[in-house]
């Protein structure tokens, strides 16, 4: 449970109960803690609806066992840290057999984060040329995968760490340019491939001063362009730009963003029945790879702020 200005703790409090025919009680085996967790619990992510979120359980979504026995993925009414939770029915997707609880509980954040964009936002088509903007984290790790899995020609990848950015290769990604403090080296690397590979659709994990420099490259001469894409997922380099006006009128450029709010019911509808079945499919054969790092809850406190390296996720197994 979360106090204000607090760590999460480790405690014994009352049984949720179902509020209405929507609702069942599950038993909960494991929760992933993701960064849209900790900004709801700290009110710093825009879905946050109180100043502090105190005195709630936390965790959103997770791995679950219906009063059937049927192993379950499921969103939470309340939080879901915890060994007993509601969750919606209507928001529960059956776990393949092969796929083991940690990465099950691990993979729908990243899998919203990463498909949604892709497939709703960007409209990604195969053949198209993808540029994932900090993709050593978990989501883009994931990001590349489903980019390739949804026919990507090409996809170039953007990060600090060089061997995580490595890494990346190995699941798919084509080209790497390194995040580094130099920009004009930046810049001269992403303009020379997008003049070689005209880069067709951008998912933005950082944000700031890095999506300045990507638009920067995009910027046109009066000449005809190529229509990009550009989704804005994340805001790990800040929440604000600049961006200037000749930069939105001297391309064909399509600049949105994916995240609570900007989904139709319809598509949250078939992220249920079609996207996490289909690739809880794909990681149970083996097709779609992640790490991750499982932990106790009675160890949630002390492991709340754990800094998780190469773009690994924590997963609680309660």
């Known amino acids: 449970m979360y106090q204000k200005e607090e760590p999460p703790q480790y405690i014994d409090f009352p049984e949720p109960t179902v509020q209405n025919d929507d609702e069942v009680l599950v038993t909960v085996k494991a929760v992933a803690i993701k960064h849209f967790d ?40 309340g939080g879901m840290l915890a060994e007993k939770a509601t969750i919606h029915k209507d928001r529960i997707v059956k776990i393949p057999d092969g796929l083991d609880d940690a990465t099950a509980a691990a993979l729908p954040n990243a899998i919203i984060g990463a498909a949604m964009a892709l497939k709703f936002k960007a409209g990604i088509r ?31 990848v953007t990060g600090r760490n060089q061997s995580s950015l490595n890494d990346l290769l190995l699941l798919g990604a084509d080209e790497i340019i390194p995040l580094t403090e130099d ?6 690397q992403l303009t020379t491939i997008h003049s070689r590979t005209p ?4 998912i933005d994990y950082l944000w700031g001063h890095t999506a300045e420099m990507i638009l920067a490259c995009l910027k046109g001469n ?5 229509k990009v894409r550009y989704v804005s997922v994340g805001s790990m380099s800040g929440d604000l730009i600049r961006l200037s006006a000749a930069n939105l009128r001297s391309v064909d450029l399509a600049l949105s963003g994916s995240g609570l709010g900007a989904w ?50 924590l997963v609680v197994a309660i």
Request: hydrophobic share 40%; glycine share 14%.
């Open 126 to 156: 195969p053949g198209d040329v993808v540029l994932i903007n900090g993709a050593t984290g978990f989501t883009g790790r994931v990001a590349v995968q489903i980019a390739k899995h949804y026919g990507a020609k090409k996809v170039i």
């Open 222 to 226: 009066g000449s005809f362009t190529n």
């Open 264 to 313: 139709s019911g319809q598509q949250v509808g078939q992220l249920f029945s079609e996207i996490l079945p289909e690739m809880f499919h794909l990681a149970a054969t083996g097709k779609l790879k992640v790490e991750t790092i499982t932990v106790k809850l009675e160890n949630i406190a002390k492991l709340w702020d754990l800094e998780v390296p190469n773009g690994q996720r």
């Open 38 to 77: 900790k900004g709801r619990a700290t009110a710093m992510h825009y879905s946050s609806d109180t100043p502090k979120e105190s005195g709630r359980v936390i965790g959103g979504d997770g791995v679950c066992i219906l009063p059937d026995g049927t192993r379950v993925y499921g969103m939470g009414v």
């Open 199 to 202: 880069i067709d659709v951008i």
């Open 183 to 188: 920009d004009d080296n930046f810049k001269e």
